[in-house]
């Protein structure tokens, strides 16, 4: 099976593709000085892009790992994350607090989907 690299850049690729399966990178906002909900709806934008590229979609998303550096930052995540992800098709889902490697960055997702 042949293996992809999708925006490959330094020490990691934004995603990896392998048989069906797309493995995205942990993505962080472009802009660190929005709240957590702004940085989550940049985010799932950059998810978007990259899925597109693998030639997939959200709706074919099977897990998402969020990382939160404040969970007081919950409830802005998932104004951001109601507002984007595919009702029908709901992936699994954790979301955990976790020291990110920026002190500006409020919010990380990573996940994996199929190829369809």
Known sequence: ????????????????V???IVYLAG???DDASLDAEGQTADILRQIDALLAEAGTDKARLLSVQIFLADMADFAG????????FDRENPPARATVQAKL???GWRVEITGIAALP
Do not use: F, K
């Open 1 to 16: 099976m042949t293996i992809r690299r999708l925006q490959p850049e330094g020490r990691l690729s934004g995603a990896v």
């Open 18 to 20: 392998h048989g069906a």
């Open 27 to 29: 993505q962080v906002a």
């Open 77 to 84: 995540m998932n104004r951001a994350w109601d507002a984007w």
């Open 101 to 103: 490697a920026n002190p």
